[in-house]
């Protein structure tokens, strides 16, 4: 257990400082309010997150704790994996870029709205994981593992990406960019291609997900896809 904490604090702070980097050095500037605000934001949901669940829930911390293009046991979702890696990373940085050449400007009240989205995503992300502890960072199939049906998977087939996606449109407005939100469309079909090839893993490995993809018809948006 203390191995598993260590573990996930270390990448947590492994996080911090490879965002803090990208958010920094190519505005080249500290005088940056928007991103220290996202970061306060952004790193004290996720810290309650991995202390909660390292008191109620460790096997499903030590699923998250494994993840990246490494991990991933499948050689079409180890290419997935490194290019949301990449997309990422552009949401992040773009914005950036953007605050040094001023290219756009965000009033305080869009920031505001960009900042409210990430910590929602994240809360939509956090209810999802008390629902299923199966949510991996990575694509597999636990020995136990049972389709869950309830909550949020009984209207959609992945609300964790609806959580993430929410999350991601509020990055680039938080760092005060408007062209940022042009790095959502690449991230976008980046999760929409991982959650597609996921379906066909589970499918074909987890028991009853055939059936459940039959009942619940749509995958990130209800009424629509």
Not at 53 to 77: N, Y
Not at 153 to 174: C, D, E, F, K, N
Not at 185 to 213: C, K, Q
Request: proline fraction near 5%; glycine fraction near 6%; hydrophobic fraction near 55%.
């Amino acid at each position: 257990m203390k191995d598993l904490n260590k573990k996930a604090f270390a990448g947590l702070l492994q996080l911090f400082i490879s965002m803090t980097a990208l958010l920094f050095l190519p505005a080249w500037t500290f005088r940056y309010w928007q991103a220290w605000v996202f970061l306060v934001v952004f790193f004290v949901p996720v810290l309650a997150i991995t202390l909660y669940f390292m008191q109620i829930d460790p096997k499903l911390l030590e699923r998250r704790t494994v993840s990246g293009p490494v991990a991933e046991k499948e050689r079409r979702q180890k290419i997935i994996q490194s290019l949301a890696s990449i997309a990422f990373i552009a949401v992040i940085v773009f914005p950036a870029i953007d605050h040094r050449r001023a290219w756009s400007r965000v009033p305080t009240y869009g920031v505001a709205v960009g900042d409210f989205l990430v910590a929602f995503g994240l809360i939509g992300v956090f209810f999802v994981f008390k629902e299923n502890s199966y949510t991996s960072a990575i694509i597999e199939v636990a020995a136990e593992q049972k389709v869950i049906t309830t909550g949020p998977y009984a209207r959609v087939r992945h609300p964790m990406y609806i959580g993430a996606l929410v999350m991601l449109l509020g990055v680039p407005l938080a760092l005060g960019s408007w062209w940022g939100l042009l790095t959502i469309i690449p991230m976008t079909m980046v999760i929409v291609w991982r959650l597609l090839d996921e379906e066909r893993f589970l499918a074909r490995n987890l028991s009853g997900y055939s059936e459940y993809m039959k009942k619940v018809r749509y995958r990130l948006l209800p009424f629509l896809w």
